[in-house]
Structure formats: C-alpha cells, structure tokens
C-alpha cells in the first residue's frame, strides 16, 4: 500500500440514490485496499437547487424585509450547505456498513478556512490535523464540500465548489491525484446530449481543462482547475459505473 493518498471526489448524480451510495462506498472500500483514501461528498442530485429555491421563497415571504443582513446571509448559507452534511454521513454510514472506519466531516472539522463572503466564498487555508489523524490510524474522512468555515459560521462556495473542496485538500494533503466521479464518462470532445458522436479525451493538460472550465465548460470548477494547474495535482475523472480512468489530467 502507497503512503500517499487519493482523494475521491463524489458528484451528486453519483449519490443520488441509496444504491448509488452503496456503490460509491464499495469503490471507495476497493482503493482503501490499496492506499489512504480522502472522500469529498457533494449534495446528492437536485438537493442544492430544492435548499436554494426554499431559502428565496422564504425570504420573498410577505412580511419580510427584502434586504436581508449579515445574519440572514449567514443563516442562508447553512441552510443550502446542508445537503453536504447528508451526503457526507450517509456515505459514511454505508462505509461503516462495509466494516471500514469512516467520519463525516464538516468545513470546521476538516480544517477548510474560507473567506466572509456568503454564498461565493474561497478556500484561504486548510489545517487538515483531524483529516490527517483520521488518516494516520486507517480511517476514511468523508469531507463536506461546496463549504467552507470563517469566524464560526459557515460560507459556501459557489456551486460547483466541491471541486474546489476536493482539490483544495489534495494540494493540502500532497495527494498522489484527484479522482472524480461525476455523471459524465470523462471529458469529451462535445456535450453528447447535442453531439451523439462526441468522444471521450484520455488525456489532457492542465491548461486544457483551466480554458475548457473558464470558457464556461461544466466540465470542472473554474477555480479548481486554475489551482490544480497551480499546483500540477493530477486529476482523474472516473464514470459512475467502472473504476476505469476515462479522463487524465496532468
């Protein structure tokens, strides 16, 4: 077993489900035989655009001041934050299931320092001690993503943020790369919704994915492929259904 770990990174198509957990924790038990695993969770699929919507309809209800504060900005972004934390502990629960150490981990438990701005927030600092410990005694950690945590409240990150989440910590952790596994089967040459012929891209370079993400590309998160560039992490992305690399970056 390699010393070094992979961080595992769950899209919410990939947890959309019951089985669906069951299956991401079956993969995450097969590369724990192999070497330290980091699993970043991202809310299961449809339940970020449910906690968005029910936060504006609350705060558009009669009687209710149309400028929210501080407070209210704050409330709002652990309201939508919450799918992770679900997402992270039922992953961990089928972890469990399967007879491995498993801890869901929240923004502060994990150690991932954001800045004050609620709703669009960015990672400043990751002090990964309790990730790493969990680690040290053979342990899987089931980080929350898409949040972060600034002076005792909760900031997320934007959708898409569990990229940066995972990418973050795998610069943090010295990670051997950043798997994900994410609805699509890889990169492809065309969105094969409008392309049926599109074809999977086997590999890529970090500058590639970075202009792909920036030009709007929904491919990765444009600040996580600016800092896995950064930092040359390589990066695999997986289909929901095999273990086999369709797409490697870097």
Not at 13 to 35: D, F, G, M, T
């Amino acid at each position: 077993m390699t010393n070094a770990p992979v961080v595992l990174k769950f899209g919410g198509e990939a947890l959309a489900s019951p089985e669906r957990i069951a299956a991401a924790a079956r993969r995450v038990a097969r590369r724990a035989e192999r070497q330290p695993v980091v699993v970043v969770a991202s809310a299961r699929r449809g339940v970020t655009d449910h906690l968005l919507d029910l936060v504006r309809r609350v705060g558009q209800a009669p009687g209710l001041s149309p400028e929210p504060g501080l407070g209210a900005r704050s409330a709002a972004d652990r309201a939508v934050a919450s799918g992770e934390l679900v997402s992270a502990a039922l992953l961990a629960l089928a972890l469990e299931h399967l007879g491995i150490r498993a801890e869901p981990l929240d923004a502060r438990e994990a150690g991932l320092l954001s800045d004050g701005r609620f709703g669009d927030a960015a990672l400043r600092t990751i002090r990964a001690t309790r990730v790493q410990r969990l680690l040290s005694r053979g342990g899987v950690p089931v980080v929350t993503g898409f949040q972060g945590w600034h002076r005792g409240r909760v900031t997320t990150l934007g959708r898409g943020g569990s990229d940066i989440t995972a990418v973050g910590l795998a610069a943090e952790l010295g990670a051997e790369r950043c798997e994900f596994v994410k609805g699509t089967a890889g990169l492809m040459t065309a969105d094969p919704k409008l392309v049926p012929g599109a074809r999977v891209i086997r590999a890529a370079s970090h500058r590639f994915v970075a202009q792909l993400a920036e030009a709007g590309a929904k491919v990765l998160h444009p600040a996580a492929a600016r800092a896995a560039e950064q930092h040359q992490i390589r990066l695999a992305f997986l289909s929901l259904d095999s273990d086999e690399v369709r797409t490697l970056v870097g």
